[in-house]
Nanobody, 124 residues
Framework: QMQLVESGGGLVQAGGSLRLSCAAS????????MGWFRQTPGKEREFVAA????????FYAEFVRGRFTISRDNAKNMVYLQMNSLNPEDTAVYSC?????????????????WGQGTQVTVSS
């Protein structure tokens, strides 16, 4: 089993920045692809970003490319999402996930473990 706990969400004005953190415990963190997804009420959860188990390959949804950066520290069992130039459309609950992602990092079904999520609210 793996436990994931997100932190760093909050309220920020449009144009501002937040850094989300995800702390992992349990199974071998460094062997998992780590992803960030987000969800708003009434919408399906959507892919935001992912990083390979060694951290050498990153993936981004088109709507965050150039604004968000995903990183990981395998020595600390942590994954981060630096979010810059936030806009109100980024308002959502952000969750981190861990999985083998054999079919690619974009589909939530390829992730085995999920955190509870952290709320990000961007005001205009």
């Amino acid at each position: 089993q793996m436990q994931l706990v997100e932190s760093g969400g909050g309220l920020v004005q449009a144009g501002g920045s937040l850094r989300l953190s995800c702390a992992a415990s349990g199974r071998a963190f460094s062997s998992y692809t780590m992803g960030w997804f987000r969800q708003t009420p009434g919408k399906e959860r959507e892919f935001v970003a992912a990083i390979s188990w060694v951290g050498e390959i990153t993936f981004y949804a088109e709507f965050v490319r150039g604004r968000f950066t995903i990183s990981r520290d395998n020595a600390k069992n942590m994954v981060y999402l630096q979010m810059n130039s936030l806009n109100p459309e980024d308002t959502a609950v952000y969750s981190c996930a861990a999985g083998q992602a054999y079919n690619g990092p974009y589909n939530q079904r390829d992730y085995d473990y999920w955190g509870q999520g952290t709320q990000v609210t961007v005001s205009s």
